[in-house]
């Protein structure tokens, strides 16, 4: 089962700082927070990952809340090419390589 | 540089007939995964590789399911006597080593008439 919770859908106007929220409540201190996205009929593409701290990329942001237990995935200036599905996954450091998915937030960017 | 590619992008098999499908991984990347998405959910976990070896088959749903990654970096997904509900996006990821994050290929597409 997927240890994380997003919401199903989300709408943001061009240009504008999109903020996807992610919940994995039951995250343990090795694990960490990873982020793709999965554009229509394409494979998933790696966007971030964090343990405990902030982390900042050429795509995106990552927030990680004090406690771990949420996140929030930031584009900072949505494009039309950022509409996808975005998935957070917790992956366990050092023993779980596999990547366990959930449902994922379907991202609109709008005109 | 070159990113994982998958191949045939897309495949229709009539029921029962044997499909094989092809990942070529990005260069030096030890680890491979192959993983089944069914439509409208994400991925799920078929099996890894590290090098030559496979190391965990526990995601393949049935023993028609097999794969192999003879020389440590080909890997090929072999199904069998393929039924409609394998019909699904086949994705296959590469990483560094198996910590480290996974980068996927385009998939691909299995319909089973």
């Known amino acids: 089962d997927a240890k994380t919770t997003q919401p199903p859908s989300m709408d943001c106007a061009e240009g504008r700082a999109a903020n996807l929220p992610c919940n994995h409540s039951?995250?343990?201190?090795?694990?960490?927070v990873y982020w793709y996205r999965q554009i229509h009929s394409q494979g998933p593409q790696y966007i971030i990952h964090?343990?405990?701290?902030?982390e900042t990329n050429e795509m995106a942001s990552l927030i990680i809340t004090e406690d771990r237990k949420s996140s929030t995935l930031i584009l900072p200036h949505a494009t039309l090419r950022d509409t996808a599905v975005y998935y957070c996954?917790?992956?366990?450091?050092?023993?779980?390589?596999?990547?366990?998915w959930g449902a994922g937030t379907k991202l609109i960017i709008k005109p | 540089g070159a990113g994982v590619s998958q191949s045939p992008r897309y495949k229709v098999a009539k029921r029962g007939q044997d499909v094989a499908l092809r990942c070529d991984p990005i260069?030096?990347?030890?680890?491979l995964f192959w993983y089944q998405q069914a439509l409208g959910q994400g991925p799920e976990f078929l099996t890894y590789?590290?090098?030559?070896?496979?190391?965990?088959k526990s995601g393949l749903p049935s023993d028609r399911f097999f794969a192999e990654r003879p020389e440590g970096s080909v890997s090929t997904l072999k199904i069998q006597r393929t039924q409609q509900e394998d019909s699904a996006v086949y994705l296959c990821?590469?990483?560094?080593?198996?910590?480290?994050?996974?980068?996927f290929g385009p998939g691909t597409r299995l319909l089973v008439l």
């Open positions: 996954i917790v992956r366990v450091a050092g023993s779980n390589y596999q990547l366990i």
């Open positions: 590789f590290q090098n030559e070896a496979q190391l965990d």
């Open positions: 990821a590469s990483s560094l080593d198996r910590e480290e994050t996974q980068y």
């Open positions: 964090g343990l405990k701290n902030n």
């Open positions: 039951t995250i343990s201190g090795n694990e960490y």
């Open positions: 260069s030096g990347h030890v680890s």
